[in-house]
């Protein structure tokens, strides 16, 4: 084994009422067959970003240290806070221990970088292949380095898995280390899913003006873990956190349903569910959101003539889908053609889902050739697809845009309505420049 590292009040124009179907009556196509998406290990190009002090150290081939690399790609002001400990042929073949190999690498690392204090093993298809325990190691580990250093472990393999689900699994992860919240405590806010700091901070800022206490998870240092417990009530920034969820429920928190804040009305909803539960009256929140939500409107505004009544079709992959479509819907009057997604978490889409024309296609899983079919034939204006799709497409005459790029930019909120709308105005602004 080798040790390598590698280098987003009154509303001029008024959404269309919610609809009362109940979301588990919108018929969802089922497909289980090839599928075409990136693994969980794509999750630790932002992961890695936001837990300053987080190291992630991929057990895994040659090919899972060229996917990071090529994919975050090269730090050139400081020591990149990932690697990948590459498994040979002796390690693949059991020729040799390949827990000592990583307790090896892991020693070189701490000694060498002192600021790391939590480590994670990130698990791959070769390692899951081999059937390397990463947990036990993991243990060994942190029984070796704690206080200094945390050790876990969590699994980004992409065998039956999607490039979101890597995030969702660390998380999960780290739930059992959150301090347990004092029972005399008061009821406080938890917002679980990476967010960009900037937006972190447009939304504490929001908090506190709602005088709702409020922390977020994860923390951008490991020693900031915020307490959880029966005291907690938690609201999901991300759609893609099934497991993170339900470990915290396991904790005793409570999960607030809401929709997620992507766009004016999914922010505004967010916001209306926290302070719904921590009993702050609705014109507070109405005041103090009116000046972003009025900033977002005149965004969205000068957008939407270029996204409205275009027809979008989406191919299953950053599990984003489903909110992405409920705003191009509602709030850029664009056409859902299909809103394909890896997975279709109903009670955290539940409020989504309702919000959904009653009539959309909705299809859970892949199978990618006949997917391919359906979006040929319904010969789409835009198709959300990953990478590896949008060049054959492009060839074909459709245009795409890469969901991938949705995760990397900072699109929640407020103040980032109008360069989300603005991500899916600009390839078909390229088609229309390269028509002319
Ligand atoms: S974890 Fe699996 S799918 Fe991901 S890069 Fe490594 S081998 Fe490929």
């Given amino acids: 084994m080798n040790s390598a590292t590698s280098p987003t009040l009154a509303c001029p124009n008024p959404l269309p009422a919610v609809s009362t179907h109940s979301p588990r009556a919108l018929p969802v196509l089922r497909e289980r067959g090839q599928r075409e998406v990136f693994c969980g290990l794509t999750g630790i190009i932002w992961l890695h970003r936001k837990i300053q002090d987080a190291f992630f150290l991929v057990v895994g081939s040659r090919t899972c240290a060229h996917l990071i690399q090529s994919a975050a790609g090269v730090m050139i002001f400081a020591e990149p806070r990932f690697a990948t400990a590459i498994l040979e042929e002796k390690d693949l073949a059991g020729l040799s221990d390949a827990n000592d190999e990583i307790d090896r690498a892991v020693s070189r690392l701490l000694a060498r970088r002192p600021e790391i204090k939590l480590l994670f093993l990130v698990g791959s298809c070769p390692s899951e292949v081999i059937k390397l325990d990463l947990s036990r190691a993991a243990a060994r580990l942190s029984a070796r380095f704690q206080p200094a250093v945390r050790v876990l472990n969590y699994s980004g393999s992409g065998i039956e898995t999607t490039f979101t689900q890597g995030e969702d699994a660390c998380l999960a992860s780290l739930v059992p280390e959150l301090p347990q919240q004092d029972p005399a405590a008061p009821q406080s806010l938890l917002v679980v899913g990476t967010l960009p700091d900037v937006i972190e901070d447009q939304f504490q800022r929001l908090f506190d003006a709602l005088r709702i206490p ?87 505004q000068q957008v939407r003539p270029r996204l409205s009544g275009k027809r979008i079709f989406f191919f299953p992959d950053s599990q984003l889908e489903v909110p992405l479509a409920r705003f191009l819907s509602r709030e850029l009057d664009m056409q859902l053609l299909e809103v394909g997604t890896p997975y279709l978490h109903q009670d955290h889409l539940a409020a989504e889902l309702a919000l959904l024309p009653s009539d959309v296609v909705l299809s859970e899983g892949q199978d990618v050739e006949r997917q391919l079919d359906r979006c040929r034939a319904a010969s789409p204006d835009l198709v959300v697809c990953g990478l590896g799709l949008a060049n054959p497409l492009e060839v074909q005459g459709l245009t795409t845009k890469w969901s991938i790029e949705l995760v990397f930019s900072p699109i929640h909120g407020y103040e980032q309505a109008g360069d989300l709308a603005e991500l899916f105005a600009r390839p078909l602004v390229r088609r229309d420049r390269l028509e002319v």
């Fill in 214 to 300: 409020v922390t977020f998870f994860p923390p951008r240092r490991s020693g900031n873990l915020p307490p959880v417990g029966p005291r907690t009530l938690y609201l999901l920034a991300q759609p893609f956190l099934g497991a993170t969820g339900q470990a915290l429920d396991e904790r005793g928190a409570e999960r607030i349903a809401a929709p997620f804040p992507f766009g004016i009305e999914g922010t505004r909803a967010w916001f209306d569910a926290a302070a719904v539960a921590f009993s702050v009256s609705p014109l507070h929140v109405a005041e103090v959101v009116a000046p972003a939500e009025s900033r977002a409107r005149t965004a969205l």
